[in-house]
C-alpha cells in the first residue's frame, strides 16, 4: 500500500481535487467561487507534477513516448533520461552546464556590443543601453563564479571540458573585482604549471589586471581601439614580449595586430607610437575608474 501511494499519489492528489470541483459545481457555488475553486483545481494540477523526477521517471516518460510514436516528447524525454544519467555520474556536470551558458551570454553581449557601435556609433543612446547591460551583466557571473570557485575551486579542463573552463575564465576575464581576480590569478596560475589549464588563459589574465589597476602588461594582450586604430597598453618589456608570449603557446604581438588590423607592425612603430598608448590608456583608465 505505501508502495502505491508513492507512485500514484499525484494521481490521486489529482482525483481527489477533480471530486471537490465538481461538488462545487453541483451545489451551484457563485460565479466568482467557481473561478477560484477553478485556479485552486489548476494549481492542484501542477502541483501534482512538481515533485522530483529520478532517473527510474524519465526513462519511463521516455519509453512510453517512444511507444506512443510521439517524437517531439521522446527526443525532450531523452534528454531528461541524458542529464539525470550525468548529474548522478559527474559531480561537476550541472555546473559545467552552467558555465557553458555563462560564456555564451557573456560573448553574445559583447558581439551586440560591437554590432551597436558598427551600427549606431559610441556615443549613441543605443551603445550605452547595451554597454551598461553589459556591464550588470559582469558583475551578476562575477557574483556567481565566486560562488563556484569557493564550492570547487578552479574548474580546469579535465574538470569540465574547455568550453566551461573558458566561461569561468572569461567570467573573471570581463570582471571588474580586482581583488577576485588577483585571487584567481593563483589559483589559474596553478593549474596552468599542473598542464590543467590554458596557457594563454593565464596570460590575458595577467595583462587584464595590470590593466585595471594602472600597470604595464606583460604579455601584449590588451589594446584600446580609438577610431579603428589598435593601441596596446603599455608594455613592461617591449624587447622581450614576443619570447614571453612563445612560453605561452602564444604568436608574435605585431603578427597579432597585423591579421586584426592590417598594416605593417613591428617593435619600431610601438616604440614609436608608446607615447601615444600610454595617452590613450591614461584617458581609458580615468573614464572605466569612474564607472566601477
Known sequence: MDTWRKNHGSEACRADSRVHFLRNFARGKTKREMNRAKVLFLCAIAASGVSAQTLKDHCDSARFYIAACDTDKAAAALQKVYCKFMDGNDKFFSVSKELESLRA??????MLLMDTEKRFGKESAEYG?????MLSLDGKNTLRAKEIIAEHGWLSREDVGDDAEEGLFLIVQHSNDSAFQKTCLGKLGEAVRHDKSIKWQYAFLVDRFAMNNGGRQVYGTQKIVVKGVPYLVPLENPRR???????MGMQSVWKDLEEDYGGKWSLKRYMQTEGKCREVYGDWLRKNRNLQ
Not at 551570454?105 to 559583447?110: E, F, G, K, L, N
Not at 614580449?241 to 612560453?247: D, E, G, P, Q, S
Open 105 to 110: 551570454s557573456d560573448q553574445a553581449v559583447r
Open 129 to 133: 543601453s547595451v554597454h551598461k547591460w
Open 241 to 247: 614580449v614576443n619570447t614571453l608570449r612563445r612560453k
